[in-house]
């Protein structure tokens, strides 16, 4: 039985405070596996945004340009999981899951996430400085207390965790 695997890759610099976190997954780009029967097929990047100070929102910094791309993320892979496609989400920032899960939250598709990262991401707007949002993806996934609503809010179901 042959499985469509989409690959999809990612870049995103308006979280990551480091320009070029990105590189890591473009040395995965052209990828494709047909072992045991998947296929690996990338589907290509979204868009990319360059990470600046956002003097107007310190405590969430580009906190527009976060939540327009977690909603390209959701939006690029509902359209694999529509095409009866497994999507393997890569990316060069801690908050990309944000995108990845609420695309399965309208869909009856099962979702596994495997988080690597050398902290929890549970950090909110007001306990960090200075407000960068790749520390808090999670918090916004869990619905903690005080996490920017433009961010967690993204579908009706609060917070935006699978049932």
């Known amino acids: 039985m ?16 480091t320009i070029g976190y990105h590189r890591s997954t ?3 780009r052209g990828v494709r596996t047909r072992s045991r029967g998947i296929e690996v097929v990338d589907r ?8 600046h100070p956002d ?7 580009n906190l527009d340009a976060v939540v327009e791309v977690a909603k390209e993320t ?3 892979v509902h ?8 999507p393997l989400v890569l990316g060069g920032d801690c908050t990309i899951e944000v995108g990845a899960i609420v695309s399965h939250l309208s869909t009856d598709a099962r ?4 988080y690597f990262d050398l902290h929890p991401d549970l950090n909110v707007p007001e306990s960090v400085s200075p407000g960068a949002l790749d520390w808090m993806g999670m918090a916004h996934i869990l619905g903690e207390e005080k996490a920017a609503a433009a961010l967690s809010h993204l579908e009706p179901r609060f917070p ?3 049932c």
Do not use: M
């Open 2 to 17: 042959n499985t469509l695997l989409t690959h999809h890759i990612l870049k995103e610099e308006a979280y990551a405070q």
């Open 26 to 28: 473009n040395k995965r």
């Open 44 to 51: 290509g990047d979204g868009p990319t945004y360059r990470w």
């Open 55 to 61: 003097k107007a929102n310190r405590s969430a910094q």
């Open 74 to 76: 959701a939006t690029r």
């Open 79 to 86: 359209r694999a999981l529509a095409q009866g496609q497994i």
């Open 111 to 114: 979702i596994g996430l495997i």
């Open 160 to 162: 935006l965790q699978p």
